[in-house]
């Protein structure tokens, strides 16, 4: 069973901004520093409680316009597309998407389409070449997950090492509010 409304987050094909560009006030306090943080949130997740993945998508497919300009992809240029939902304590905290093009999947991250039920933070995050790009930020509309009347904020960020690297989009329920002490400096 999914949480997600398919039609308004296929894509996640929003206007994103700086974080510079966002008031701080207008972001509650308790997501703030999961859109911040450095840190991979698989690694602070798992300091909160148990973690457990649940795959909803793991396909060859074509990106979003917004995807591929972000990426330098091609037109027809095709990208493992993996959408995943992470629950801590079995309570569902991120919604992720993560856009995986053909040319990235070299080295270590080769067996990134094997993945299964393991989260992906666990493989990008090991590498000591690994550069992050700029993390940009969204408020996603309401209802975008089913049985969540609230807005979302959602992050997202290029992490290259091969290729054009990997596209990581993750929208935040409220519930990670929280764990957010439990998941230590953020």
């Not at 905290?93 to 990134?112: D, F, N, Q």
């Not at 509309?141 to 690297?165: D, H, K, T």
Request: aromatic residues 10%; contains cysteine.
């Amino acid at each position: 069973m999914t949480l997600l409304n398919h039609k308004l987050t296929k894509q996640f094909d929003y206007r994103w901004h700086s974080i510079a560009q966002v008031r701080r006030s207008s972001i509650p306090k308790g997501i703030q520093p999961w859109l911040t943080t450095r840190f991979s949130i698989t690694a602070k997740l798992r300091q909160a409680g148990h973690l457990r993945v649940e795959v909803l998508e793991d396909t060859w497919q074509s990106p979003s316009p917004r995807e591929r300009l972000r990426l330098g992809l091609k037109s027809r240029e095709m990208a493992r597309v993996r959408s995943v939902i992470l629950f801590v304590d079995n309570e569902p905290v991120v919604y992720a998407r993560s856009i995986i093009p053909a040319r990235s999947l070299r080295g270590a991250w080769r067996y990134l389409p094997y993945l299964d039920n393991r989260p992906l933070g666990g493989y990008v995050y090991k590498s000591k070449a690994l550069r992050r790009s700029q993390t940009e930020v969204v408020k996603l509309p309401a209802g975008l997950i089913q049985n969540c009347a609230e807005p979302l904020w959602a992050r997202r960020s290029v992490f290259m090492e091969y290729g054009p690297g990997i596209l990581v989009n993750e929208a935040f329920y409220p519930a990670i509010a929280r764990f957010t002490q439990a998941a230590g400096q953020l």
